[in-house]
C-alpha cells in the first residue's frame, strides 16, 4: 500500500499601518525551508507538507522613531537564519529538541536588541513581540513573547488562544479573575512584563508544541487585531465569512473587520489551515473497441 498523501497547507497574510500611526511597526514572515534552500513565500498560497517545513511569525515593534521597525525586522531576519540550520542539523542526524531551538532563537534576537540599544542612542530602548508557528509534516511548534496572539481552531470548532500574553492582565485573564471584556478595558493591559529587548535583562519565552489534523486553522495576529475584534469574531471571519466576503483570503477578512472597529494601531494577521490532500484522479476508462 503506498503512503497517503500528505497534507496541503493554505495561508494568507496582511499588515496594514492602521488609521492613526504614521508607520507600520509590524512584520510577519511566511518561509518555506529544507536543507538546501529557503523560500519567501507570497501573501497568499498553498503548498504541501512533504515540501520541507513552514515558518509563520508575527512581530510587533516597539521604540522611538523608527526604532519599533527596526526591531521588528531583526526579529525577522533572525529566523530566517537559524532554523533553516537546525533543520540541517537535525537532517545529519544532530538532533535538538524544538524547545532547545525555539529558546536559542529568542535568546539571540533578545540580545541583539539589547546590544543594538547600548550601542546607539536612537534605539535605546527599542524591543519587539514575537509570535511564531513552525509546521512540520504532523507538529506546530510555537515560540512566543509579548502580546501579540497565536490561536488555534479545531476543526471541530471552536476557537483557543495558544500564546500566553505577558502582562498582569494576562495573567488575570488566565487565572480566571477577569474575563475578556473586562480584559479589554484594563488600564494596564498595554503594559507588557516580557518582550525581546526593550531593556529586558531576563526573558522566559513560552515555547510549545500540537499535533495538528487536516481541518485545523490557526491564526497569529498583532494586538492591533485584537483591539478591534473579539474573540468570536475571529472565529467567524476565518470559518464562517460573511457573502460580501467569501472570496477574500481570511487574513484580508481579518484586517478589514479590524480596520473598521478601530485601525488605532498597526496590524498583521497570518491564518494557516492544514487541509486534506487532493482526491488522486479518476482512473482512465478505457476505450469502447468493439470486438471483431
Not at 517545513?53 to 533572525?78: H, L, P, Q, T
Not at 488566565?174 to 503594559?191: D, L, T, V
Not at 475571529?234 to 487574513?251: G, K, N, S
Amino acid at each position: 500500500m503506498s503512503d497517503p498523501a500528505p497534507a496541503v497547507l493554505h495561508w494568507s497574510g496582511l499588515t496594514h499601518r492602521g488609521k492613526v500611526r504614521a508607520n507600520n511597526e509590524d512584520t510577519f514572515l511566511a518561509l518555506a525551508f529544507d536543507g538546501h534552500e529557503v523560500r519567501y513565500l507570497g501573501k497568499t498560497g498553498e503548498a504541501g507538507l512533504d515540501a520541507g517545513d513552514y515558518v509563520f511569525a508575527v512581530s510587533d515593534g516597539m521604540g522611538g522613531a523608527r526604532s519599533g521597525e527596526f526591531a521588528s525586522r531583526i526579529a525577522i531576519d533572525k529566523i530566517t537564519r537559524l532554523l533553516p540550520r537546525a533543520y540541517r542539523l537535525s537532517a545529519s542526524g544532530m538532533t535538538a529538541g524544538f524547545t532547545d531551538v525555539l529558546q536559542e532563537l529568542y535568546a539571540a534576537i533578545h540580545d541583539e536588541l539589547l546590544r543594538l540599544g547600548r550601542s546607539y542612542a536612537e534605539c535605546s530602548g527599542m524591543g519587539a513581540t514575537l509570535t511564531l508557528a513552525w509546521l512540520t509534516p504532523d507538529w506546530l511548534y510555537f515560540g512566543h513573547i509579548g502580546d501579540s496572539r497565536l490561536y488555534y481552531l479545531p476543526r471541530e470548532g471552536g476557537i483557543q488562544q495558544l500564546s500566553h500574553d505577558h502582562s498582569y492582565v494576562g495573567w488575570l485573564r488566565r487565572q480566571g479573575q477577569i474575563n475578556e471584556r473586562e480584559s479589554r478595558a484594563h488600564p494596564g493591559r498595554n503594559a507588557l512584563q516580557q518582550a525581546l529587548g526593550a531593556g529586558n535583562q531576563i526573558i522566559e519565552p513560552q515555547v510549545g508544541a500540537l499535533a495538528h489534523r487536516p481541518g485545523d486553522r490557526f491564526l497569529l495576529c498583532s494586538d492591533g487585531v485584537i483591539d478591534g475584534l473579539w474573540d468570536h469574531n475571529l472565529e467567524e471571519l476565518i470559518r464562517t465569512p460573511r457573502p460580501d466576503h467569501v472570496h477574500q483570503p481570511a487574513a484580508f477578512r481579518v484586517i478589514d473587520d479590524a480596520l473598521e472597529n478601530s485601525g488605532r494601531d498597526n496590524l498583521t494577521a497570518l491564518v494557516i489551515e492544514v487541509a486534506p490532500p487532493p482526491p488522486p484522479p479518476p482512473p482512465p476508462i478505457a476505450p469502447n473497441v468493439d470486438a471483431p
